[in-house]
């Protein structure tokens, strides 16, 4: 039963401090996404990758968040320095181009 | 203006019954897919039925069928026979065929589904 694991699954931290998210996409899978979940913006696209390449990360704040994907079992979320704002749940989700998205069980960030 | 509107924020549904949860989307591409997740108190997504803009018949996945309407630019999803594992928030999505191929989610719908 293939699925897309992220880690940690919950991250306390102090403002200030660098935040790494990692996911493991399906085998196979040629799409990466980073959606990020809060109660007032509800799920937003962070970044998209294809075959490994960025292809879209404008819905990143780019002065503190990167995105990168090292190899095609692994994809990071950075973030440094973090906020309180930045607390949300983020998501790592992958697919093939044409297909559904299978989402990891995603990483609880609270930032204090 | 908003890809995907959800315009019930929360449902109620007695057991065993049938249950309409709406979707309206707005696109210009003629080329798209409409999605149906859902996420249960323990938070993760769980992907449920898709449609894609070309296919002429509703889609349907076990007690879950998308009633897909062209015209009015709506997928609404419905859920037969309502089991208490239905109580979860329920999010519609659509993917464009032009731009980054992501997601574009409504903000959701929460079934409690009543004994």
């Known amino acids: 039963d293939a699925r897309v694991t992220q880690t940690p699954r919950h991250k306390v931290t102090e403002m200030g401090q660098e935040v790494t998210m990692r996911c493991q996409p399906i085998?196979?899978?040629?799409?990466v996404f980073w959606y990020r979940q809060t109660m007032m913006q509800g799920l937003e696209l962070l970044a998209y990758?294809?075959?490994?390449?960025?292809?879209?990360d404008s819905g990143m704040p780019k002065d503190r968040f990167s995105a990168e994907m090292p190899d095609a079992t692994l994809a990071t979320l950075k973030i440094q320095p973090s906020e309180p704002r930045d607390s949300a749940v983020y998501f790592c989700a992958s697919g093939l181009v044409t297909d559904e998205q299978y989402f990891g069980p995603g990483t609880r960030l609270t930032v204090t | 203006a908003q890809k995907i509107t959800q315009t019930q924020p929360g449902m109620f549904v007695q057991e065993k019954e049938a249950v309409t949860l709406d979707c309206t989307y707005d696109t210009s591409d003629q080329s798209y897919g409409l999605f149906w997740y859902k996420q249960p108190s323990s938070g993760e997504m769980i992907f449920l039925i898709y449609?894609?803009?070309?296919?002429?018949q509703n889609a349907t996945e076990g007690r879950y069928s998308l009633n897909f309407q062209k015209a009015r630019k709506s997928a609404n999803l419905v859920i037969s026979a309502s089991q208490l594992g239905d109580s979860a928030m329920y999010f519609c999505a659509m993917r464009e065929v032009t731009g980054a191929n992501n997601l574009f989610f409504g903000t959701g719908t929460r079934l409690t589904v009543i004994p």
């Open positions: 449609q894609g803009s070309y296919d002429e």
């Open positions: 085998l196979g899978h040629n799409t």
């Open positions: 990758f294809r075959n490994r390449a960025p292809l879209d």
